[in-house]
C-alpha cells in the first residue's frame, strides 16, 4: 500500500500537466486507466475540474475498486479530492503542494484467512501483511533512478472513516476518525529547504489511530498480533 503512494502520486503530477492541455473527459479516463495500472486496481474518477489561476485540480467522486477476492465494491472511495499546487513546480525536480483536501473519504480494510497445509496465513485487501512480511525478509529492490520528490504544505482529510472486516466477524466494524490535519509531508531530505516528515511516517500516524479507536477488544488483539502494533 505505502509503495504505491508513490506511485499514485507521480502519476497524478504527471497528468495535472496534461489537464491544462486536453478535455477534462478525456484527462479523467486518462488517468482512471492509468493509476489503474500503477496501483494494480482499477480506479474511477467521475469527472475532474480545474482552476488554473489557482492551481486548483480536483477529483470528483474518486474510488479505488477491490479485487474479486474480496467482498467490499471499494478500498477507497472521496467525494473530492482537491489538489492546490504550485504549477510553476511540475517540471522541477521539487513539486511543491501547497494543500490537499480530501472530503468523506472511505477506507475498507479487510481481512481474511487460508489454510495452509503447514500453518494459517492471513491477507488483506491493502496489502499491509505483505509488507511486513517484505521487510522481515530484508528484500533487496534493483537499483532505481531518483525518485521524484514532493512537498505538500497541508494536508486536511475531513469526515474519515474506515469499516473493518475480518474472519471473527461476519459485519464491518465501522469506525469514525476525527478530521486530520497533516504539514510538512512529502519525501525531501533534511538539506532540503523544504524539510519534510516522511509520508510513509504520516501513514503509520494514521493507522495508529485508527487502532486506538478501535473498542471491540477481540479485533484489537487480532490487530495487534497480525500488524504488529
Known amino acids: 500500500m505505502k509503495k504505491t503512494i508513490i506511485i499514485i502520486f507521480t502519476s497524478v503530477l504527471f497528468f495535472v500537466s496534461l489537464v491544462i492541455i486536453f478535455d477534462h473527459k478525456i484527462i479523467s479516463f486518462y488517468i482512471s486507466k492509468n493509476l489503474s495500472k500503477?496501483?494494480?486496481?482499477?480506479?474511477?474518477?467521475?469527472?475532474?475540474?480545474?482552476?488554473?489561476?489557482?492551481?486548483?485540480?480536483?477529483?470528483?467522486?474518486?474510488?479505488?475498486?477491490?479485487?474479486?477476492?474480496?467482498?467490499?465494491?471499494?478500498?477507497?472511495?472521496?467525494?473530492?479530492?482537491?489538489?492546490?499546487?504550485?504549477?510553476?513546480?511540475?517540471?522541477?525536480?521539487?513539486?511543491?503542494?501547497?494543500?490537499?483536501?480530501?472530503?468523506?473519504?472511505?477506507?475498507?480494510i479487510e481481512i481474511k484467512e487460508s489454510n495452509d497445509k503447514e500453518k494459517k496465513s492471513i491477507q488483506d485487501n491493502i496489502n499491509i501483511v505483505e509488507k511486513i512480511k517484505e521487510s522481515k525478509e530484508k528484500k533487496i529492490y534493483p537499483k532505481k533512478s531518483k525518485d521524484k520528490n514532493f512537498f505538500i504544505s497541508k494536508t486536511d482529510i475531513k469526515n474519515f472513516k474506515v469499516?473493518?472486516?475480518?474472519?471473527?466477524?461476519?459485519?464491518?466494524?465501522d469506525i469514525k476518525l476525527s478530521d486530520i490535519i497533516l504539514s510538512n509531508i512529502g519525501n525531501t531530505n533534511k538539506e532540503s529547504k523544504y524539510e519534510s516528515q516522511h509520508y510513509k511516517d504520516a501513514f503509520k500516524l494514521i493507522y495508529r489511530d485508527i487502532y486506538l479507536r478501535i473498542t471491540d477488544q477481540r479485533l484489537r488483539a487480532y490487530i495487534k498480533k497480525h500488524y504488529k502494533l
Open 163 to 173: 469499516h473493518i472486516k475480518y474472519p471473527y466477524n461476519l459485519e464491518k466494524y
Open 38 to 108: 500503477a496501483i494494480g486496481q482499477k480506479t474511477v474518477i467521475d469527472s475532474i475540474s480545474t482552476n488554473y489561476d489557482e492551481g486548483l485540480i480536483i477529483f470528483n467522486e474518486f474510488k479505488i475498486l477491490n479485487t474479486n477476492a474480496f467482498s467490499s465494491k471499494y478500498i477507497f472511495e472521496a467525494d473530492q479530492i482537491l489538489i492546490n499546487i504550485n504549477l510553476k513546480s511540475i517540471f522541477s525536480n521539487l513539486v511543491i503542494i501547497n494543500s490537499i483536501k480530501i472530503l468523506n473519504p472511505k477506507l475498507f
